[in-house]
Nanobody
Framework: QVQLMDSGGGSVQAGGSLILSCAASGFTHSGYCMGWFRQAPGKDRERVASIHTDGSASYAESVKGRFTISKDNDKNTQYLQMNSLTPEDTAMYYC???????????????????WGQGTQVTVSS
């Protein structure tokens, strides 16, 4: 059974940092695109960052230069380092995996098969 367990959310003040983690079980995430999405109340779920099997990363424009996605293949875990947080980053964050090899990592949530349960990030001004 495939499971993604995301954690690390919390409440911080603007300008602060958080590290989210996502531990995968039931499949080897190194063979697939992995990503982080977020969803704020009343808004669509949007891709924040993704990382390819070759380690290359891509980011939403809104987080470029502030967030860093990484993975540890030995631990089957991916991370999202979030710096310089703003209230606009407040959302439920979800890790996701495509479940199949792709030439490039997709942006659409519809292309991701596996999802974590979500971890809340709240940034106060």
């Amino acid at each position: 059974q495939v499971q993604l367990m995301d954690s690390g959310g919390g409440s911080v003040q603007a300008g602060g940092s958080l590290i989210l983690s996502c531990a995968a079980s039931g499949f080897t995430h190194s063979g697939y695109c992995m990503g982080w999405f977020r969803q704020a109340p009343g808004k669509d779920r949007e891709r924040v960052a993704s990382i390819h099997t070759d380690g290359s990363a891509s980011y939403a424009e809104s987080v470029k230069g502030r967030f860093t996605i990484s993975k540890d293949n030995d631990k089957n875990t991916q991370y999202l380092q979030m710096n310089s947080l703003t209230p606009e980053d407040t959302a439920m964050y979800y890790c996701a995996g495509t479940g199949r090899y792709l030439y490039s990592c997709p942006v659409s949530r519809n292309d991701y098969t596996y999802w974590g349960q979500g971890t809340q990030v709240t940034v106060s001004s």
